[in-house]
C-alpha cells in the first residue's frame, strides 16, 4: 500500500480515539515503567498513554514514516520509531504493550500473539483493540466490487492486506497459558455520519487503501463512484437524515504471569 494519510485519518479523530480509551481504561497495571505503542499512528492513542502514565519511558512505533511525523509534531517530547510490527523486538521488556487498531494488518495472529506475551516483563500487559467488520456492509462491498471485471485484475489480492481475526475462544487458549488474567470483549459502535460521504471518507483513510491504491485515477474514480452508491443502499438515512455507521471492534487485555 502506499502511505497512509494522516490528515484523512485525523478528520474522525474522536471517534477512532474512542476505542483506545476504553482499553486504556481496563489496563490495571499501576505504574508501568517501560510501555510500546504499537502502531501509533498519528500519536492519539500515544497522548493516551503518556497522560495516564507521565513518569514512564514510552516509545511509540510505526510502519508509515507520514504519520510518524504527525505523531512527533504532536508530541516531540516522546521518541517515535519506524519499524515494522511482524519483526519487531523490544531491547528492554515492556510493562506495557498497547496496539490500538494496529494488529489486524499483521499477519500470523496466532505466533503474533504468543510472541507479543513473550516480549512482556513478569506481570506486564499486552492491551490490544482491532476492528471485527470484515463481515460488515462496508468490508463486504470492497470484496465484492474488487471481483468484478473492471477492477478483477488490479485488485486480486486488495483483500489479503487485513488479517482475519481468530475467534474470542482462539485468543484466550492463545494468551491464557502464558497469563494470569485474560479480559475478552466485543464491541459494535453505532457512529452516527452526517452522510454517505462522511463513511466513504473514514474507509478511505484505513480498510478503503488496499482497493483504492492499485488503481490508476480513472478506474479508481469509478470504484469509489460505485462504491459511495452501494454504501448509500446498505447504510439508509435515519429520521434525522444521518447514518448509522455500524464498526465492531475486539478487545483484549492479557496481564503475563508474575
Not at 516531540?76 to 494496529?102: E, H
Not at 496466532?110 to 476492528?131: E, H, I, K, S
Not at 468484478?148 to 491464557?176: G, I, K, N, P, T
Given at each position: 500500500m502506499h502511505d497512509w494519510d494522516p490528515a484523512l485519518y485525523q478528520r474522525f479523530e474522536s471517534e477512532r480515539t474512542r476505542?483506545?480509551?476504553?482499553?486504556?481504561?481496563?489496563?490495571?497495571?499501576?505504574?508501568?515503567?517501560?510501555?510500546?505503542?504499537?502502531g501509533c499512528g498519528n500519536g492519539n492513542s500515544t497522548?493516551?498513554?503518556?497522560?495516564?502514565?507521565?513518569?514512564?519511558?514510552?516509545?511509540?512505533?510505526?510502519?508509515?514514516?507520514a504519520t510518524l511525523a504527525s505523531a512527533r509534531k504532536r508530541l516531540p517530547g516522546v521518541?517515535?520509531?519506524?519499524?515494522?510490527?511482524?519483526?519487531?523486538?523490544?531491547t528492554v521488556a515492556p510493562d506495557l504493550i498497547f496496539a490500538n487498531a494496529s494488529l489486524q494488518w499483521v499477519a500470523g495472529h496466532a505466533r503474533l500473539f504468543t510472541r507479543?506475551?513473550?516480549?512482556?516483563?513478569?506481570?506486564?500487559?499486552?492491551?490490544?483493540?482491532?476492528?471485527?467488520?470484515?463481515?460488515?456492509p462496508s468490508h463486504q462491498l470492497m470484496r465484492e466490487l474488487a471481483s468484478q471485471s473492471a477492477w478483477r485484475?488490479?485488485?486480486?489480492?486488495?483483500?489479503?492486506?487485513?488479517?482475519?481475526?481468530?475467534?474470542?475462544?482462539?485468543?484466550?487458549?492463545?494468551?491464557?497459558?502464558m497469563a494470569c488474567r485474560v479480559d475478552i470483549w466485543h464491541t459494535a459502535y453505532r457512529h452516527v455520519m452526517p452522510s454517505?460521504?462522511?463513511?466513504?471518507?473514514?474507509?478511505?483513510?484505513?480498510?478503503?487503501?488496499?482497493?483504492?491504491?492499485?488503481?490508476?485515477?480513472?478506474?479508481?474514480?469509478?470504484?469509489?463512484?460505485?462504491?459511495?452508491?452501494?454504501?448509500?443502499?446498505?447504510?439508509t438515512e435515519r429520521a434525522d437524515g444521518h447514518r448509522l455507521f455500524a464498526f465492531p471492534r475486539l478487545f483484549i487485555v492479557a496481564q503475563r504471569a508474575p
Amino acid at each position: 500500500m502506499h502511505d497512509w494519510d494522516p490528515a484523512l485519518y485525523q478528520r474522525f479523530e474522536s471517534e477512532r480515539t474512542r476505542p483506545a480509551v476504553e482499553l486504556l481504561a481496563r489496563v490495571s497495571h499501576p505504574a508501568p515503567r517501560h510501555i510500546v505503542d504499537l502502531g501509533c499512528g498519528n500519536g492519539n492513542s500515544t497522548q493516551l498513554l503518556l497522560e495516564r502514565f507521565p513518569q514512564s519511558q514510552l516509545i511509540g512505533l510505526d510502519n508509515s514514516e507520514a504519520t510518524l511525523a504527525s505523531a512527533r509534531k504532536r508530541l516531540p517530547g516522546v521518541p517515535f520509531v519506524q519499524a515494522d510490527i511482524a519483526d519487531w523486538a523490544p531491547t528492554v521488556a515492556p510493562d506495557l504493550i498497547f496496539a490500538n487498531a494496529s494488529l489486524q494488518w499483521v499477519a500470523g495472529h496466532a505466533r503474533l500473539f504468543t510472541r507479543l506475551m513473550r516480549c512482556l516483563a513478569p506481570g506486564g500487559v499486552l492491551a490490544v483493540q482491532m476492528p471485527d467488520n470484515l463481515d460488515q456492509p462496508s468490508h463486504q462491498l470492497m470484496r465484492e466490487l474488487a471481483s468484478q471485471s473492471a477492477w478483477r485484475d488490479q485488485l486480486a489480492h486488495a483483500a489479503d492486506q487485513r488479517a482475519a481475526l481468530l475467534s474470542v475462544e482462539a485468543y484466550y487458549d492463545l494468551l491464557a497459558p502464558m497469563a494470569c488474567r485474560v479480559d475478552i470483549w466485543h464491541t459494535a459502535y453505532r457512529h452516527v455520519m452526517p452522510s454517505v460521504q462522511a463513511i466513504v471518507e473514514w474507509l478511505e483513510s484505513t480498510g478503503l487503501k488496499p482497493f483504492l491504491d492499485p488503481l490508476p485515477a480513472v478506474l479508481r474514480d469509478a470504484y469509489l463512484q460505485a462504491y459511495t452508491q452501494r454504501i448509500g443502499e446498505a447504510y439508509t438515512e435515519r429520521a434525522d437524515g444521518h447514518r448509522l455507521f455500524a464498526f465492531p471492534r475486539l478487545f483484549i487485555v492479557a496481564q503475563r504471569a508474575p
